[in-house]
């Protein structure tokens, strides 16, 4: 486990290689989910967030690593806390449903936070078992009554999990990878655990989603890699896995679902083959220039951003944010937006209500004060929930608001 608080990431994640460029620096910034009260929020230490491109295997990851338990040991985050996640979730679950055909199988879900994914898999039909470091969210978990184990998924872990449960039909792993310090390890620790005609089934941000949207803000501390399908195919034979489908589903701003077992066959070969294809064809990802390209395009979105908000500040608007997610945090921190400027930030997560956001003095407030506090515009950060927030919030509109949604073109509605 990584000593220090935070070290320089020299070798490829995947394919272990000395070559890696720099594409796209975001400066310092401080851990994406560490809310806290004023005092100590503008005093928080700030760490280096910059993406560096393999020239070998075409893996975009973050120069630095910071020691997980700065960052995961009491999370703010509840997997069930929007709608959106809860539908996402209830889908992907019913999907893997539709896949299993044993009475009785046996589930294993990694990173389970609240326990939410889980949940759906019947209690009568599957033993179920999560794990996960954050030791606020074994509580909430063991209340849907699902054995939930509190720490981080390596190799070693797997060995205590296979002596006391045996192996797995099915292992998942949400939106984790991106997050696992040690990948190897965590790859090895999954061949351990799955049964021979198991599944394994993980959940990425997807690569050409944050590029296709703009969505820089997903780049934070937590989030170690950017994957795309053709680097994380040949990565998964170190561990004698095969990509045998793979999925794009909308959830988290873009997601990757790969589907990997340990036998070859693959109805989907040719499908799998086109995405390959048009990664390097078509979206061009194995190119260390995209990302350069990508870097000037956020910088073009900063200024007309900043542009636009000091020009309501000069007419003496009052303006508010919406969501107080991680990438708020890269968002504010990245753009430089004077925190004068932004009165505070709504969000409907209790757990951050009275903190601040990462970094500067903006305080994160209760939603339901939005129309007594006089706001003329809301930026709206959670830019992936707008619909919803607009729909929530059309009092606001109604009662001459403005809502400002800052991607991809930043524009008022
Ligand atoms: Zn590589």
């Known amino acids: 486990?990584?000593?220090k608080d935070c070290v320089s990431i020299k070798f490829c994640r995947l394919c272990n290689s000395k070559y890696l460029i720099k594409v796209f620096d975001l400066g310092h910034t401080p851990l994406a989910n560490s809310y806290s009260k004023i005092k100590i929020s503008k005093k928080l230490r700030k760490y280096p967030l910059k993406l560096n491109y393999c020239n070998n295997c075409g893996h975009l990851q973050l120069s630095h690593s910071i020691k997980p338990s700065k960052m995961f040991s009491n999370y703010l985050y509840k997997s069930n806390t929007s709608q959106k996640n809860f539908l996402h979730f209830k889908n992907y679950a019913n999907e893997i449903k539709k896949k299993i055909k044993n009475?009785?199988?046996?589930?294993?879900?990694i990173a389970s936070n609240d326990g939410t994914f889980l949940n759906f898999f019947e209690k009568k039909k599957f033993f179920r078992l999560g794990i996960d470091p954050a030791k606020n969210l074994k509580k909430?978990?063991?209340?849907?009554?699902?054995?939930?184990?509190?720490?981080?998924?390596?190799?070693?872990?797997?060995?205590?999990?296979k002596k006391n449960y045996g192996k797995f039909d099915i292992i998942t792993a949400n939106h984790v990878c991106a997050h696992v310090e040690d990948l190897?390890?965590?790859?090895?620790?999954?061949q351990n655990l799955l049964k021979n005609d198991g599944l394994f089934i993980f959940e990425i941000s997807y690569r050409a989603s944050v590029l296709k949207k703009n969505t820089f803000d997903t780049i934070y501390h937590e989030h170690?890699?950017?994957?795309?399908?053709?680097?994380?195919?040949?990565?998964?034979?170190?561990?004698?896995?095969?990509v045998i489908n793979f999925k794009t589903p909308?959830?988290?701003?873009?997601?990757?679902r790969v589907y990997t077992s340990k036998n070859k066959n693959s109805k989907n070969y040719i499908r799998l083959k086109k995405q390959i294809l048009k990664e390097k064809k078509q979206l061009d990802l194995f190119k260390a220039n995209t990302y350069k390209r990508f870097e000037k395009k956020i910088i073009n979105c900063k200024h007309k951003l900043n542009f636009l908000i000091q020009n309501c500040v000069k007419n003496n608007m009052k303006i508010a944010g919406y969501g107080a997610a991680a990438k708020t945090t890269t968002f504010l921190n990245y753009f430089k937006i004077p925190e004068k400027n932004i009165k505070f930030i709504?969000?409907?997560?209790?757990?951050?209500?009275?903190?601040?956001i990462p970094g500067t003095k903006i305080k994160i407030v209760n939603p339901s004060n939005l129309n007594k506090a006089k706001i003329d515009i809301l930026i709206i950060f959670a830019w992936n929930y707008a619909e919803t927030i607009i729909n929530k919030n059309?009092?606001?509109?109604?009662?001459?608001?403005k809502f400002l949604i800052p991607f991809p073109n930043p524009r008022l509605i």
């Open 224 to 242: 170690l890699d950017y994957h795309a399908l053709y680097p994380i195919t040949k990565f998964v034979k170190k561990f004698n896995l095969n």
């Open 140 to 161: 909430l978990s063991s209340k849907k009554g699902i054995t939930q184990i509190d720490d981080f998924f390596t190799k070693k872990i797997s060995e205590n999990i």
């Open 250 to 256: 909308d959830a988290q701003g873009g997601s990757l």
């Open 394 to 401: 059309k009092k606001f509109k109604k009662k001459g608001g």
């Open 103 to 109: 009475n009785n199988a046996k589930i294993l879900d």
């Open 184 to 190: 190897n390890d965590f790859f090895c620790g999954v």
């Open 1 to 3: 486990m990584q000593k």
């Open 346 to 356: 709504f969000d409907d997560n209790k757990l951050k209500q009275g903190l601040c």
